[in-house]
């Protein structure tokens, strides 16, 4: 009997290293399991912050802006009358427009910080950041709109277009072309005209142009159609 009891003895002993070993196993491996969870949602967090307050970087909007609810715009600006010659759609410069006369205040469209000075997107929301001025903005006037036709090249987020050379002029996407409206020249100034991918999208506002957003800097500017 009493050897009985030394061996439960000795038995008991040897197993108590072994249970407190698994106990700082389990231990462990929680640990590290919540820093592996910890670290995910700190590299998710981040994300998900741009996403929420960032313009661009690669975000396509899932639709083109609104209808303006405005009905006129008080200033009388220079209007951005582009015409087109009849030789292949080449810009005619004797009537492509002048620029903004200087008592024409533009509006800001830096709504928060880090956001561009130009007509953007937000990436949570899709909202049209700037397209604001109604149909009887001045600036984007044509005495004859669709004087070119009507894009059929596909409009919309499922339609994205790599540019393929020229300039705010006249520039290329899939072998049809278009010039930046004569108002949004400065907009379109950090564009990489061979490079950048962009999508078209329908404006509702102005007759004659269409909104070509720029998918790596989340701005957009009004365009026209020269054919293709």
């Not at 592996?36 to 994300?47: F, I, K, T």
């Not at 582009?82 to 810009?91: A, D, E, N, W, Y």
């Not at 709504?111 to 149909?135: K, M």
Request: aromatic share 10%; hydrophobic share 30%.
């Amino acid at each position: 009997m009493n050897k009985l009891m030394g061996f439960c003895a000795v038995m008991l002993v040897l197993s108590l290293p072994a249970f407190s070993q698994g106990r700082d196993d389990r231990k462990g491996g929680d640990q590290q399991g919540g820093q592996q969870q910890h670290s995910q949602q700190q590299r998710s967090q981040p994300q998900q912050r741009g996403r929420d307050q960032g313009v661009g970087n690669g975000h396509i909007p899932a639709h083109g802006p609104a209808p303006s609810r405005t009905q006129a715009r008080p200033a009388q600006p220079a209007r951005a009358n582009v015409q087109q010659s009849s030789h292949g759609g080449q810009p005619n410069e004797a009537n492509r427009g002048s620029a903004p006369q200087p008592e024409n205040q533009r509006q800001t469209f830096q709504d928060q910080p880090g956001h561009p000075e130009a007509p953007h997107v937000h990436a949570q929301n899709d909202q049209w950041v700037g397209h604001n001025t109604g149909r009887n903005d001045a600036n984007y006037h044509l005495d004859h709109p669709w004087e070119h036709g009507h894009f059929t090249g596909g409009i919309g987020a499922q339609h994205v277009w790599r540019l393929g050379g020229g300039d705010r002029d006249r520039f290329n996407v899939g072998g049809f072309f278009f010039q930046v409206a004569p108002y949004d020249d400065d907009y379109a100034g950090s564009w990489l005209w061979d490079s950048d991918d962009i999508v078209i999208y329908a404006d509702p506002d102005h007759d004659g142009w269409y909104l070509a957003y720029n998918v790596r800097l989340g701005t957009y500017v009004h365009v026209m159609y020269l054919g293709g």
